[in-house]
């Protein structure tokens, strides 16, 4: 029995169980750091269905895992107030006193998706949400990368026509990135009402595909995935997902060929299979590396 | 005692040895598969030096990296008259009677400059070359990158200003992607003479490191690797890396924090120590994997 964490910005989700139907889970808004790890220890403290063998963490970043680093394990330097250099992992650790990894939201989301759901036998996967903010996981040969520090794909900087979209972007460090162009604040900010409100025939929806279209070929000609899957909370418009495949096709213009990339590009571009679980499934999977981990070091 | 092959659209590239300051080299000019191949085949067979053991080849793509695939070994789709779905890695290992192995000429620069050159040591490292094309290779947990095809990453797409740069750009398939605004026959087009007639002060390296920087930026964002390599004919001038080094950091604006993103710029930013011989060295360790493999299916 593992326990995960999808710790947010907005809020944390804590999860008990084995997979997508064998799982309890509760919320809890993000306030402050000690209040809100309060609760999560509280509610893996209270589970009483069995000894629970480590912790999962996929949590918003930037987040510092490097094993060698004196902030390994800490949330690092987010804008969000409270939150700079918490040691997220540590704090866990030592209050439950069990085995605790921590990775990245979009990495767990991807570790879900590839044990449960959209990625399932692949090797080579990408996971991106658009949401609040836009961000980005990715697994080569069956591991999610990390790197110098973790990828960060809401920061692309894309093709931007301000003939057709002079809207300038929100991303305090970059303006017109793609969080800046396409996360859901830069969509209520350039049409002045929330994105759930506007109707699938709004031209905003043109424009979200366009940029998100730039993403899915940019991620392939440098990744060469053999999935990408979009989620979070502007994609809940089904509609999104077609303009975003036509689009796409229409830009890679049959340079890169594989059935994939023509007739495939249903499954090629497709939403997450579990949904808004993916994340707190995935930090399960985090768990059970984190206890490998303990036993292999014991 | 290996050989290996860097096969471009202009000259192939063979040697003969076991690294840098063991290397017997000659070239000849891509003509035809029959010419070209039989000229490749006699400078192998000639070789007096101990009997080879296997060949390695970093080809011109795209390539077929697939082993499932029926065209697996072979080049593919290329534009290149006479070369499209050429049995390059069958061809060689019937002809000279050893195991052969594949991947991308960029992979195999990448392959070279881990074992011998810039990115020694390290697990995540990026290659790229400017030069006729753009083409970039990935190494992510310490092996190449393939995934669904290979990566392609000189037609990422790019923020373009047209007014400070109205070039539309040649890319066939794309325009202005990064190839079609960066590469050697962009530059010359753009400015009406060839890149290395361009004095160090003229305005086309200050566009040149835009794209180059953008470049890096995007690579940086979805891969977050130790190194990037840049490489080619039109990296020929030194005084292009401070200028792509300086217009990264003022794009990346501090985003991502880690030293080698700021005070180590020069080392994360860098030529390859191997120069142009990094595409046929690499296809040594291509040829050393061909004979493990080779070892190990026995």
Chains 1, 2 share one sequence.
Not at 10 to 30: E, Q, R, S, W, Y
Not at 37 to 43: E, K, Q, Y
Request: proline share 8%; aromatic share 8%.
């Amino acid at each position: 029995m593992f326990g995960g964490v999808e710790a947010g910005g907005t809020k944390f989700v804590c999860g008990i169980g084995t997979g997508p139907d064998d799982l309890v889970t509760a919320h809890f808004p993000t306030t402050t750091p000690e209040q809100t790890l309060r609760s999560v220890n509280d509610f893996f403290s209270r589970h009483n269905g069995g000894p629970l063998q480590a912790i999962g963490i996929g949590s918003f970043g930037p987040v510092d895992l490097d094993p060698a680093s004196r902030h390994f394990g800490h949330i690092t330097s987010t804008p969000k107030q409270g939150w700079q250099y918490v040691d997220l992992a540590g704090l866990l650790r030592q209050a439950l006193n069990l085995p605790v990894a921590l990775d990245t939201d979009v990495n767990a989301a991807l570790l879900g998706e590839a044990r449960w759901g959209a990625a399932q036998g692949l090797q080579d996967a990408i996971y991106i949400t658009i949401g609040t903010g836009v961000g980005g996981g990715a697994m080569v040969h069956g591991q999610v990368v990390h790197g110098l520090v973790h990828p960060e794909m809401g920061h692309l900087h894309l093709p931007h026509d301000w003939t057709a979209d002079p809207f300038p972007g929100l991303c305090p460090f970059h303006g017109d990135c793609l969080e800046g162009l396409a996360s859901g604040p830069a969509v209520q900010a350039r049409w002045k009402q929330p994105a759930h409100t506007l109707p699938p025939d709004h031209p905003a929806w043109t424009i979200e595909a366009r940029y998100l279209a730039l993403a899915v070929m940019n991620l392939t000609v440098t990744l060469s995935p053999q999935r990408i899957i979009i989620g979070g909370g502007v994609m809940q418009q089904p509609h999104l997902f077609p303009l975003v495949r036509n689009e796409f096709a229409r830009i890679m213009n049959s340079y890169v060929r594989h059935p994939h990339l023509s007739t495939g590009l249903d499954e090629y571009i497709q939403p997450p299979a579990l949904g808004g679980r993916a994340g707190v499934l995935g930090s399960l999977v985090l768990a059970e590396s984190a206890l490998h981990q303990a036993e292999g070091s014991r």
